[in-house]
């Protein structure tokens, strides 16, 4: 039984839940404490204790603790690689990246706890010197999806330390496992006690706790739309920090004079992989006419060849959906396509393996126009659909033409549609003949209109949230 962490033990929760692996739901990946609101507030208090002295720690003691973790992660890759695809069922060579990514990530921040910057200039009047220095916030409450199960805690906690905060974090019920893999490794990297703590839980309970806590600062949310508007309302009524990265309808265009292999190995990539499971994935893919059959030819010619099974078995190219109710949902948007009018050109159904998993073989769906509930909502699965368009102009204003505003793509080899392209697309990230996910972890993370809220994630921008800025005014006494 995997219990929470706080104040520095190890603490069993009100009741327990079951970790299953979605590849083989006969395979129990452990038993995880859950909290209930009381303990989630007795985390958040010892959280409060802990920050007076965290916040007045050395860079030096704070490069020390994340350089040790990112060390652990890195040389555990394979192994919480394995647990991550047991309990995600992402592939085990993508679970391995997305584990090492979380390493990269924390031996960033180890070397951003030593750059804290700070200015100082003369004042506007005689004999006055100013300073601007950056604080850490107070008591931080992050809270995460579960198709990230390493790489989200991390791109949060590890700039949540670096810059002097302490830390509750609840991880999606889906995956605790990862989460207190994460939380084993901080709890022996030499942290003060109550700098960090881990209380896995319902989000009704637990997660509400830390947006209600007057004594949490910050909130730091990745997740749904629904979920993460109401947080940010929340936190913005009693004034506390907010930063919410929601859900996506990212488009990858496509347009005739691209080279179609690139284009192909793009869509392909950013569809499905990870089982389309990526706020980034690319799931309406807008082809200019003159090369649309021959784009879409090539597509259902690579997905002919892409393999659907248990998430650790050698060759599999696609593990399964996270669960029951995400496979239904998958479902339910393929049907509604084709209800509408769009043309099911590959996949979609559910297969059966040597495993009871929740399968379902990739989805194209084709003749399908952007005003279709299809283009507009977010599936969140293994289901992109393919939009044919005139030229160049009426790519973008397809592309442009949603709520949300994530991730971006365009392949050409035009470096005049290239160049507006990055100009005009409105999101907060731009792929050019690359596809829409799979971002660096040195460098800003986030998205525009209703797919981002507050200051960007990741990079030396992280420091935006995780720290308030002081202006310090001195005369010479
Ligand atoms: P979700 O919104 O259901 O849950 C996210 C987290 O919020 C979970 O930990 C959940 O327990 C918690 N939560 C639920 N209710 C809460 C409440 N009332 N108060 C506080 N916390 C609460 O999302 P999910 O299903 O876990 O993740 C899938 C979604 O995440 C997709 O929409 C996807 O696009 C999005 N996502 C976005 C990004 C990004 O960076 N933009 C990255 C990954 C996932």
């Not at 806590?213 to 913005?236: D, Y």
């Not at 994935?281 to 060849?305: N, P, Q, W, Y």
Request: with cysteine.
């Amino acid at each position: 039984m995997y219990k929470n962490l706080i104040n520095g033990e190890w603490v069993e929760g009100a009741r327990t839940t079951r970790n299953v692996n979605p590849s083989d739901t006969r395979d129990l990946v452990g038993e995880y404490a859950q909290a209930d609101a009381a303990q989630a507030r007795e985390a958040i208090a010892v959280a409060q204790t802990a920050f007076s002295g965290w916040s007045l720690s050395t860079p030096q003691q704070r490069f020390d603790v994340l350089d040790a973790v990112g060390s652990e992660i890195l040389a555990r890759r394979t192994e919480l690689g394995d647990l991550l695809a047991r309990e995600e069922g992402k592939t085990l060579p993508e679970a391995i990246g997305e584990v090492a990514r979380a390493g990269n990530i924390f031996k960033f921040f180890a070397g951003e706890a030593l750059r804290p910057g700070g200015e100082l200039m003369p004042s506007v009047r005689p004999g006055v010197g100013v300073e601007i220095t950056r604080e850490p916030v107070g008591v931080v409450g992050i809270i995460t999806p579960w198709n990230f199960p390493i790489a989200i805690p991390a791109w949060k906690i590890a700039p949540a330390l670096a810059y002097g905060n302490s830390v509750v974090f609840k991880p999606a019920d889906l995956v605790p496992g990862s989460a207190w893999a994460l939380a084993e490794i901080l709890s022996r990297s030499g942290l003060p006690k109550g700098v960090f703590n881990l209380v896995m839980g319902p989000g009704s309970q637990v997660g509400q706790t830390l947006v209600d806590s007057p004594l949490v600062r910050a909130v730091s949310f990745t997740g749904s739309v629904g979920t993460g508007r109401r947080i940010i309302n929340s936190c913005a009524a009693r004034q506390a920090k907010v930063q919410a990265e929601m859900g996506g309808k990212n488009p990858l265009v496509v347009l005739d004079d691209a080279d179609l292999d690139v284009a192909v190995n793009a869509a392909v990539q950013s569809a499905y992989f990870s089982t389309g499971q990526r706020c980034t994935a690319s799931s309406r893919i807008i082809v200019t006419e003159g090369v649309h059959d021959a784009f879409v030819e090539k597509v259902l010619a690579k997905l002919r060849t892409l393999k659907v099974d248990h998430a650790l078995k050698a060759g599999t190219d696609i593990g399964p959906v996270v669960d029951e109710k995400q496979l239904a949902q998958n479902l339910r948007y393929v049907a509604l396509a084709q209800t509408e009018g769009g043309k099911l050109a590959f996949g979609g159904e559910v297969v059966e393996r040597d495993t009871q998993g929740f399968f379902q073989m990739p989805a194209l769906i084709t003749e399908t126009t952007n005003a279709m509930t299809i283009s507009r909502e977010e599936v969140f699965g293994p289901v992109a659909n393919v939009i044919r368009v005139r030229d160049y102009e009426e790519a973008l204003a397809t592309a442009n033409d949603t709520e949300f505003g994530l991730s971006s793509g365009i392949c050409t080899r035009s470096l005049k549609h290239a160049t507006h392209f990055k100009l005009a697309a409105q999101a907060g990230m731009v792929m050019v003949n690359l596809p829409t996910a799979g971002v660096d972890y040195h460098v800003p993370f986030g998205g525009s209109k209703g797919s981002s809220y507050g200051p960007r994630e990741q990079g030396s921008y992280a420091k935006e949230f995780y720290t308030t800025v002081k202006t310090a005014y001195t005369a010479a006494g």
